[in-house]
């Protein structure tokens, strides 16, 4: 792999919130489904990655958002970054 692009800077919070499946104005659309939605701070191992996959929200460290969005918007990380469920 190469790296195109190095990041720089550190992550926002949004001022409104965030979108996952479409953009924050709804003009694109995610034809498919989406079941967890897990943010961190960090980049994470591989062996952190394939725990995130089979264990979704079991990699705690530098989570900032765990949405298991089959039951509703919470967030389980603890960030109280909960949202709304459309569609």
Same mark, same amino acid.
């Given at each position: 792999? !190469?790296?195109?692009?190095?990041? #720089?800077?550190?992550? =926002?919070?949004?001022?409104?919130?965030?979108?996952?499946?479409? &953009? +924050? /104005?709804?003009?694109? !659309?995610?034809?498919?489904?989406? #079941?967890?939605?897990? =943010?961190?701070?960090?980049?994470?191992?591989?062996?952190?990655? &394939? +725990? /995130?996959?089979?264990?979704?929200?079991?990699?705690?460290?530098?989570?900032?958002?765990?949405?298991?969005?089959?039951?509703?918007?919470?967030?389980?990380?603890?960030?109280?970054?909960?949202?709304?469920?459309?569609?």
């Amino acid at each position: 792999m !190469t790296e195109i692009v190095t990041p #720089a800077g550190s992550a =926002v919070a949004p001022a409104t919130g965030y979108c996952i499946g479409n &953009n +924050t /104005a709804q003009t694109i !659309t995610f034809n498919g489904r989406i #079941a967890y939605v897990q =943010v961190w701070s960090r980049i994470l191992a591989q062996d952190e990655l &394939n +725990t /995130a996959m089979l264990h979704p929200g079991r990699v705690t460290n530098g989570l900032l958002l765990f949405a298991p969005l089959l039951t509703g918007g919470e967030d389980w990380s603890g960030q109280a970054q909960n949202g709304t469920v459309t569609g």
